[in-house]
């Protein structure tokens, strides 16, 4: 039973992946700390804290759908930035393939809650 944002699936997929990044981030030179790094902790935990703020809007449908459209925006600009960190060689192959894997299922979960708001787990 969903009495939160946090008993959504979605939410703590994208959460795990958010903490995931920050993590692997830590590795990074010091000089991408306002550029790459910054951008890709913001955007990936854009994703989950917009989910459990178009959560609290869900009575309001067209207001929660915008709100799912601005966490797809930002899941796929984490997809964007991890890019960069591979192409950098900030991230292996590995790690890029991983991450990729796992931003791809929160998309594809974001999908599933804005077709399904009502009756979503």
Avoid at 37 to 56: A, D, F, H, L, P
Avoid at 59 to 80: H, I, R
Wanted: aromatic share 12%; hydrophobic share 30%; with cysteine.
């Amino acid at each position: 039973m969903i009495k939160s944002h946090r008993d959504l699936n979605v939410h703590k997929e994208a959460f795990s992946l958010a903490m995931d990044i920050f993590w692997c981030t830590r590795k990074f030179p010091k000089d991408e700390i306002y550029s790459l790094t910054s951008q890709i902790v913001r955007s990936s935990r854009s994703v989950s804290s917009n989910i459990s703020e178009g959560w609290g809007k869900r009575m309001y449908e067209a207001v929660f759908k915008q709100q799912l459209d601005n966490v797809l925006g930002s899941n796929t600009e984490t997809q964007d930035w991890l890019d960069y960190s591979h192409a950098c060689n900030y991230i292996s192959q590995e790690e890029h393939l991983q991450f990729s894997e796992r931003n791809d299922k929160v998309g594809k979960m974001i999908t599933k809650l804005y077709q399904n708001w009502k009756s979503y787990e």
